[in-house]
Antibody, heavy 119, light 107 residues
């Protein structure tokens, strides 16, 4: 079964750090671009970051310089290192696979992991 | 950044109704427009990619159209399981922005 599973969320103080992981299974991880998308509970979806198959990276402006996306094909894993966290980063974080079906759409999503930034 | 504007933000409809949701991009995005459905507490699910292509496994009552800046998601006959929030997303450029969502509620 094609699956993504996030982990690593939790409660962190403002200014703190957290590393999210996303474990992929059921597909050739190394052949897909991967993304992180977040959602404040009760609000809309916000794209955060992407990494291509060649390791090229892209970020939302408000997280550039604070978040780092990476991938490890040997472990079929995607990561998001989040530093200098702010209250505004509080959200459910989803990892998503960019499919090969056209339109660069996100065809597989994880269940999400909650990040709460609060003192 | 490309801004995506959906309308309406919410709507009430009955089972069997035809429902149309529109999405407008702040600049031309060709056909790089996708639609997702999200139910409470769940991850989004891809419905339509590249403006009008139906994702595998998605019922044929869902359809998409448009190109350039104006796009439409249509549900031909609303079913009980379709009450959810729908989002459009452009994948023409980074950041891959989403619309604010349209909540479809039971009338």
């Amino acid at each position: 079964e094609v699956q993504l599973m996030e982990s690593g969320g939790g409660l962190v103080q403002p200014g703190g750090s957290l590393r999210l992981s996303c474990a992929a299974s059921g597909f050739i991880f190394s052949s897909h671009d991967m993304h992180w998308v977040r959602q404040v509970p009760g609000k809309g979806l916000e794209w955060v970051s992407a990494i291509g198959t060649a390791g090229d990276t892209y970020y939302l402006g408000s997280v550039k310089g604070r978040f780092t996306i990476s991938r490890e094909s040997a472990r079929n894993s995607l990561y998001l290192q989040m530093n200098s966290l702010r209250a505004g980063d509080t959200a459910v974080y989803y990892c998503a696979r960019e499919g090969h079906g056209g339109g660069y759409a996100f065809d597989i999503w994880g269940q999400g992991t909650m990040v709460t930034v609060s003192s | 950044d490309i801004q995506m504007t959906q309308s309406p933000s919410s709507l009430s409809a009955s089972v069997g109704d035809r429902v149309t949701i529109t999405c407008r991009a702040s600049q031309s995005i060709s056909r790089y427009l996708n639609w997702y459905e999200q139910k409470p507490g769940k991850a989004p699910k891809l419905l339509i990619y590249a403006a009008s292509s139906l994702q595998s496994g998605v019922p044929s009552r869902f359809s998409g159209s448009g190109s350039g800046t104006d796009f439409t998601l249509t549900i031909s006959s609303l079913q009980p399981e379709d009450f959810a929030t729908y989002y459009c997303q452009q994948t023409y450029d980074n950041p891959r922005t989403f619309g604010q969502g349209t909540k479809v509620e039971i009338k």
